[in-house]
């Protein structure tokens, strides 16, 4: 079992920053994606970033692309999420999510997760 801390969450003006954090419980080794996932109020939990741990190849969905970056260290069993120009619409709860096997088809769904983290509030105003 991994447990994944979220931290970094917070109130932010439109056109700001945030960065996230996820601390996992065992090496990163054990789960060769991590992702971001988002949920704002009344809409399903959807795909942020992911981010694989031998290539650091990086997912992003196109509404956060050029605006979100993902990063991972291994060494601190970390991965971040540096989120800059934030809209209004990037207010929701923000999950981090680890998985143990890569299952790259699919790395932008929620399935392919095993462990989630507990979450963290981001709120965008104007």
């Known amino acids: 079992q991994v447990q994944l801390v979220e931290s970094g969450g917070g109130l932010v003006q439109a056109g700001g920053s945030l960065r996230l954090s996820c601390a996992a419980s065992?090496?990163?080794?054990?789960?060769?994606?991590m992702g971001w996932f988002r949920q704002a109020p009344g809409k399903e939990r959807e795909f942020v970033a992911a981010?694989?741990?031998?290539?650091?190849?990086?997912y992003y969905a196109d509404s956060v692309k050029g605006r979100f970056t993902i990063s991972r260290d291994n060494a601190k069993n970390t991965v971040y999420l540096q989120m800059n120009s934030l809209k209004l619409e990037d207010t929701a709860v923000y999950y981090c999510?680890?998985?143990?096997?890569?299952?790259?088809?699919?790395?932008?769904?929620?399935?392919?997760?095993?462990?989630w983290g507990q979450g963290t509030q981001v709120t965008v105003s104007s």
């Open positions: 981010i694989r741990r031998q290539t650091y190849r990086t």
């Open positions: 999510a680890a998985a143990r096997s890569e299952t790259l088809s699919a790395i932008t769904t929620t399935r392919i997760y095993d462990y």
């Open positions: 065992k090496p990163t080794s054990s789960t060769p994606i």
